[in-house]
Every structure is written in C-alpha cells, then in structure tokens.
C-alpha cells in the first residue's frame, strides 16, 4: 500500500503565499508522477499541477505563473509554492501520486488539506 501525507494548507490573504508538502511512503518501485488537484465547493476536481519522473511540469492556466510545483526525489515528497493567492484559489488541495508496483501503475490520493484565501 501507498500512503500520500499532505501538510502546509491554511488561512491566508489575497496576495499571500503558501507551500503545500506532500511525502510518499509505503511500497512501490518508483513514482511516475506526482501533482496537485483542487475541489472547490460545488465544483468538480481539477488539475492544479503535475510533475512527472524527468521532471517536466504542466500546469492549470489559472495558476501558471503563481505557483510552482517541485519534487524532492530522495525524499519522496512533492512541493506545491502559492503566490500572489487569490479568493478563487479557494479549495480543498489533494495530492496525488502515479507509482510503480510490480509491474502496474496504480493511482493514489491524498486526505486532502483546505487552503482559504480571504481578508
């Protein structure tokens, strides 16, 4: 099994910054990919930022340009930077992983952690 363990979510202006942290742990052979989606209510999950295993990025037009995603390889942990927030950036943050097991790919999610942007 594969646990995913988000930290960094919070209460925070317009115009503020947060860092979400998300560490993998558990059993598998390598990550293929890690990234961010986000669920604001009444509204459907959507991709906020994606990492894969070289390194290329893709990113929601929303958010290019304010935030960053990153990838600490050795640590197993996936990093999402959060700038110039906005109201509309509201919304529960999941983290989400694509590993190796054996010889599948299995997706896997996180609890989830809600970032409030609001004055």
């Known amino acids: 099994q594969v646990q995913l363990v988000e930290s960094g979510g919070g209460l925070v202006q317009p115009g503020g910054s947060l860092r979400l942290s998300c560490a993998a742990s558990g059993s598998f052979v390598a990550i293929n990919a890690m990234g961010w989606y986000r669920q604001a209510p009444g509204k459907e999950r959507e991709l906020v930022a994606v990492?894969?295993?070289?390194?290329?990025?893709n990113y929601a037009d929303s958010v290019k340009g304010r935030f960053t995603i990153s990838r600490d390889n050795a640590k197993n942990t996936v990093y999402l930077q959060m700038n110039s927030l906005k109201p509309e950036d509201t919304a529960v943050y999941y983290c989400?992983?694509?590993?190796?097991?054996?010889?599948?790919?299995?997706?896997?999610w996180g609890q989830g952690t809600q970032v409030t942007v609001s004055s």
């Open positions: 989400n992983a694509v590993v190796r097991r054996g010889i599948d790919d299995y997706r896997y």
């Open positions: 990492i894969i295993s070289g390194g290329s990025t």
